[in-house]
């Protein structure tokens, strides 16, 4: 098991582990600091899932790249390097979150990052990736456009109307289907005439390949490999990223529509002790290192409540702006 | 100056645009190879070819989406809508994506997008195709909405709508397409937010926008015989509102009739209405009337469909009521 760890930089391993332990870390807070209603409205927790957005982002170069997602988008604000204090503010509505309190839990972006959000509307978001690899395509620059949504999503007519388009007119994205097996409280099995999702890829005459999302490194090698076939190739990607959230939906679900059994199952395969787990025993980290960088990210999301606390909220008149340019 | 149709100012206006820009780029149903289904884009494919001109299959909602992603990462697209009916399968991109896109990432984006076609009643269409939908644009927040009747205006609006970095609804009527006009070689553009006084008058103000100002016109046209001097004012863009000019006008004519083609209920007209009640109500000599469709979809018999609509019958009484003249 050790051995395959070899053909990774260390660095990228580190990265990889602290990403995801970011992620974790910070999303407790966020649902310590909802619990104590410091902030309220939807907050979709993305516990568990950490090793998609970890995983897909490592494999990309956002110089030239993009990411854009649904709203379960706090590991992918964090994943693309958006400081923690600024995606807790922006969960507080303060002014110095990165939507200046006018997007909140749903809606992060990082323009500058090529984080293009953090969107709403199931599945709305999927035609504006094809938009942004037809810029990358006109100006013939070298990008991918990695675009992540639910299993939910999957069966929106935007879904199918854009990869139609998106393969005729071979267009630059990845499309990312975090299948975490529940659409709220819908079982995907019991609403997908397709169940292997990734096969959908099959009608447009694109890649698609499932993916096991607990594991980061599958998850890296899959999107490194698609996303240069899609550079390679001209033509788009679908990977079904298999995945778990531990929290229900949102934090106003308590999610009793999954056994204990299921739930326990894939906390087994949490994606953050199977990465621990692989490094130790390939010896290139150990308890104490483990220690101090889990201290790090917890005092980091710590401090992210803190900031976000002292921030202050938006004044009323910037409610009138940024409505147009 | 030369005397040019509707349509071939629209497209000289977005040849002219895409020539300037290189980001400008038109993509929509039928708008390359058909020359646009209402003819409106002919040449341009053959001029700029399949990179600029793009042909989309008929999915509203995803070329329309296709379109905004294009515009937040950078470039400058024109959506064609066959008709404005079929947009409202795209509405939740529009309304959704493209009005909210820059205020909920707290002005990171850009929308620099134009989405066009033809809207309002046509003929012999019945209601699926035979409708003005301005009204559900202007509701909301973070789009213009501009509605041009001359081929002068909707070369020098487009233009304007072209350059502009925010989401513009452009709505042109079809039954104007083949409407001659004379326009400038020159360039030239026409700023949002400016009404035009398309005929000056002394006794009363009709204020309308779109093909119906051509209606208001006829009819002021018929009033001379009786002595009545109308004033109409075309609003050309309906979202930013040139509040200014309906007010002084209104405050010199002290009586107000305002034609919308849509339906009644919350409506352009209905809110005009109300702004001119609330900012002339010291100089108004009668309650301000609205002309509008009436509130049933639109029937296919001919008759029927012209009589569910504005008509001069109706802009007359409405004069009649502002000057008691029964």
């Known amino acids: 098991m050790s051995e395959d760890l070899k053909k990774y930089d260390k660095s990228l391993l580190q990265d990889l582990l602290k990403t995801m332990m970011r992620i974790r870390r910070f999303e407790e807070k966020a649902a310590q600091a909802y619990g104590l209603r410091k902030f309220g409205g939807f907050c979709h927790l993305y516990i568990g899932q950490e090793a998609v957005a970890a995983g897909s982002v490592a494999a990309v170069n956002l110089e030239n790249d993009y990411i854009i997602t649904a709203y379960r988008d706090h590991g992918h604000a964090l994943a693309v390097g958006m400081s923690p204090d600024t995606v807790m503010a922006e969960l507080f509505g303060r002014i110095d979150g990165c939507s200046r309190g006018k997007g909140g839990s749903m809606h992060l972006f990082d323009a500058d990052k090529h984080f293009y959000g953090g969107h709403g509307i199931v599945g709305a978001h999927i035609p504006l990736a094809a938009g942004m690899a037809l810029k990358i395509k006109y100006h013939e620059e070298p990008g991918v456009v990695l675009c992540f949504f639910g299993d939910g999503a999957i069966h929106q007519g935007s879904f199918h109307e854009t990869l139609n388009m998106a393969s005729v007119w071979k267009l630059p994205v990845v499309y990312i289907c975090e299948n975490n097996h529940y659409g709220m409280g819908t079982d995907f099995r019991r609403v997908s005439s397709q169940p292997q999702l990734y096969k959908m890829a099959d009608s447009y005459r694109m890649a698609g390949r499932e993916v096991n999302g607990m594991d980061a490194l599958e998850v890296y090698d899959n999107v490194v490999e698609a996303a240069s076939q899609v550079r390679q190739d001209n033509v788009p990607a679908l990977i079904e990223m298999k995945t778990y959230r531990y929290q229900g939906h949102s934090m106003s679900d308590p999610a009793k529509y999954r056994t204990k059994d299921e739930v326990a199952e894939y906390k087994n395969q949490d994606p953050i002790v199977i990465l621990k787990d692989r490094m130790t025993e390939a010896g290139l980290l150990d308890e104490q290192e483990y220690k101090k960088l889990d201290n790090e990210m917890k005092n980091a999301a710590k401090d992210s409540v803190e900031f976000a606390e002292k921030s202050k909220r938006p004044e009323l008149k910037t409610m009138f702006e940024d409505v147009f340019a | ?326």
């Not at chain 2, 003819?39 to 296709?66: A, M, Q």
């Open chain 2, 1 to 326: 100056m030369p005397k040019i149709a509707f349509r071939e100012a629209l497209r000289q206006a977005m040849d002219e645009e895409m020539q300037r820009d290189e980001n400008v780029l038109l993509m929509g149903e039928e708008v390359a190879q058909y020359n646009g289904a209402y003819k409106v884009s002919r040449g341009l494919w053959d001029k700029y070819g399949d990179k600029r001109v793009i042909d989309t299959p008929i999915t509203e909602e995803g070329f329309t989406g296709i379109g905004i992603g294009a515009a937040m990462a950078g470039l400058r697209p024109i959506v064609e809508w066959m008709t404005f009916n079929f947009s409202i399968q795209a509405l939740d991109q529009i309304i959704n994506n493209a009005a909210k896109m820059r205020y909920m990432s707290g002005g990171q984006f850009s929308l620099p997008i134009v989405f066009r076609g033809p809207n309002g009643p046509a003929e012999w269409l019945s209601c699926q195709h035979s409708q003005a939908i301005a009204s559900i644009y202007a509701h909301v927040p973070g789009l213009k909405v501009v509605s041009p009747c001359t081929p002068y205006d909707a070369k020098g609006l487009l233009k304007t709508a072209i350059r502009d970095d925010n989401p513009v609804i452009f709505m042109e009527a079809e039954l104007l397409y083949g409407l001659e006009g004379e326009v400038p070689e020159d360039e030239y553009l026409i700023g949002f937010g400016e009404a035009d006084i398309k005929r000056s008058g002394e006794d009363l103000t009709i204020i309308s926008f779109g093909k119906v100002v051509h209606m208001a016109l006829k009819a002021a046209k018929a009033l001379e015989q009786d002595d009545i001097d109308a004033e109409v004012i075309d609003l050309r863009s309906i979202k930013p509102l040139d509040e200014d000019t309906i007010v002084k006008s209104v405050s010199k004519t002290g009586r107000c009739i305002v034609v919308d083609e849509s339906w009644p209920f919350a409506s352009v007209g209905s809110h005009v209405a109300w702004l001119v009640g609330n900012r002339c109500f010291d100089m108004l000599d009668a309650p301000v009337e609205l002309v509008s469709s009436e509130d049933i979809p639109m029937p296919y018999e001919h008759t029927l469909e012209l009589a569910a609509q504005p008509t001069q019958d109706k802009i007359f009484s409405a004069v009649e009521k502002v000057l008691y003249l029964n």
